[in-house]
């Protein structure tokens, strides 16, 4: 299971008590970082979510209100004398910003910071619990989308009828990976005698700051999860256009295109206070929908 803490939710400015993009996304093993507005270490402290944990992030592009907190979280983790590995998935021009900030400040980080360019669509991180793809977007400068998709494809032993038909423990990974068993005998005990299909294979798809592109509806098809910019309401349509963004039409549309389980909006415009609005119209196309308010957690 994924779990998804929504740690900031408005646009470049923040306002009303709600802060820059970012999300914490965690599965039994890895703590993942998407996107880091600034703030995002105080997020982090009110929802207690401990730094030392997160060992990825992931930067969709190099609008401020989407990494103006990295740097900052950065050097918290150095002063904490992190020793494990940060890995950074990110819009290639990022190093140079963050090895000119490190320079002028005369600092070392007594970590490794490992830094993975992003650029053609497919597979960036290959983690023990999930494969994560990035993705093309339609904004103003280059942004990318992503998917975590959670590795789930063993099949899950029947106990009693592993015992009945005498199959020693020590084969019980290979009945996972849907091998059959032969015994001493030579009779094969085919493998869906005694393994039933595993668990469902979650997958949460995160659209960036973008405008409606159809070609996005299959990068993040039958997703469990997606979460989709709105930065403004259906009134706004031509605005939302000329600045590369998103209605709560353009959300649904690709929620209901592609088959989504849910739909979470955010990336709220400082123009509006209450959001009330967001929820109706986007519920009007595509029913299962939520507000992305700080601090909830979203069980996929
Ligand atoms: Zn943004
Ligand atoms: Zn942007």
Same mark, same amino acid.
């Given at each position: 299971m994924?779990?998804l803490?929504i740690l900031?939710?408005?646009s470049?400015?923040a306002a009303?008590?709600?802060?820059?993009?970012?999300?914490?996304?965690?599965?039994?093993?890895?703590?993942?970082?998407i996107?880091?507005?600034?703030?995002t270490?105080m997020q982090?402290?009110?929802?207690?979510?401990k730094k030392?944990?997160i060992?990825?992030?992931?930067? %969709?592009?190099?609008?401020?209100? !989407?990494y103006?907190?990295?740097? +900052?979280?950065?050097?918290s983790m150095?002063l904490?004398? $992190? &020793?494990?590995d940060?890995?950074?998935?990110?819009p290639?021009?990022?190093?140079?910003?963050i090895?000119l900030?490190l320079?002028?400040?005369?600092?070392?980080l007594?970590?490794?910071?490992?830094?993975?360019g992003?650029?053609?669509?497919?597979?960036?991180?290959?983690l023990?619990?999930?494969?994560? %793809?990035?993705?093309?977007v339609? !904004?103003?400068?280059d942004?990318? +989308?992503?998917?975590?998709?959670?590795?789930?494809?063993? $099949? &899950?032993i029947?106990?009693?009828r592993?015992?009945?038909?005498?199959i020693?423990?020590?084969?019980y990974?290979?009945l996972?990976?849907?091998e059959d068993?032969?015994?001493?005998?030579?009779?094969?005990?085919p493998?869906?005698?005694?393994?039933?299909?595993?668990?469902?294979?979650?997958?949460?798809a995160y659209c960036a700051?973008?405008?409606f592109?159809?070609s996005?509806?299959?990068?993040?098809?039958?997703?469990?999860?997606?979460?989709y910019?709105?930065t403004?309401?259906k009134?706004?349509?031509?605005?939302?256009?000329?600045?590369?963004?998103?209605?709560t039409?353009?959300?649904?549309?690709?929620?209901?295109a592609a088959?989504a389980?849910?739909?979470?909006?955010?990336?709220f415009?400082s123009?509006?206070e209450?959001?009330?609005?967001f929820?109706?119209?986007?519920?009007?196309?595509?029913?299962?929908?939520?507000l992305?308010?700080e601090g909830?957690?979203?069980?996929?």
């Amino acid at each position: 299971m994924l779990a998804l803490t929504i740690l900031g939710s408005n646009s470049a400015i923040a306002a009303f008590g709600r802060n820059p993009t970012s999300q914490l996304l965690q599965t039994n093993e890895d703590f993942l970082l998407i996107d880091c507005g600034e703030g995002t270490q105080m997020q982090m402290s009110k929802f207690k979510v401990k730094k030392s944990k997160i060992n990825h992030i992931f930067i %969709s592009h190099l609008h401020g209100d !989407h990494y103006f907190g990295l740097v +900052g979280l950065i050097s918290s983790m150095a002063l904490q004398n $992190r &020793s494990n590995d940060l890995h950074l998935y990110a819009p290639p021009p990022l190093k140079d910003i963050i090895d000119l900030q490190l320079k002028v400040a005369d600092a070392t980080l007594p970590f490794n910071l490992l830094f993975h360019g992003l650029g053609e669509d497919g597979v960036i991180a290959d983690l023990p619990t999930l494969t994560v %793809s990035s993705f093309k977007v339609c !904004h103003r400068i280059d942004c990318w +989308g992503f998917k975590f998709k959670e590795k789930t494809n063993l $099949r &899950s032993i029947v106990p009693a009828r592993a015992k009945a038909y005498e199959i020693p423990p020590d084969f019980y990974s290979r009945l996972q990976s849907g091998e059959d068993y032969v015994n001493a005998k030579g009779t094969i005990i085919p493998n869906d005698q005694v393994t039933v299909e595993g668990p469902h294979a979650s997958q949460y798809a995160y659209c960036a700051d973008t405008k409606f592109h159809k070609s996005i509806v299959e990068c993040v098809k039958n997703s469990d999860l997606i979460y989709y910019e709105t930065t403004y309401l259906k009134d706004r349509q031509e605005l939302a256009e000329s600045r590369y963004h998103s209605t709560t039409v353009d959300a649904a549309s690709v929620a209901k295109a592609a088959k989504a389980g849910k739909l979470i909006i955010g990336h709220f415009s400082s123009k509006y206070e209450q959001l009330e609005n967001f929820l109706t119209e986007t519920k009007e196309i595509f029913t299962n929908t939520e507000l992305a308010i700080e601090g909830t957690c979203f069980k996929i």
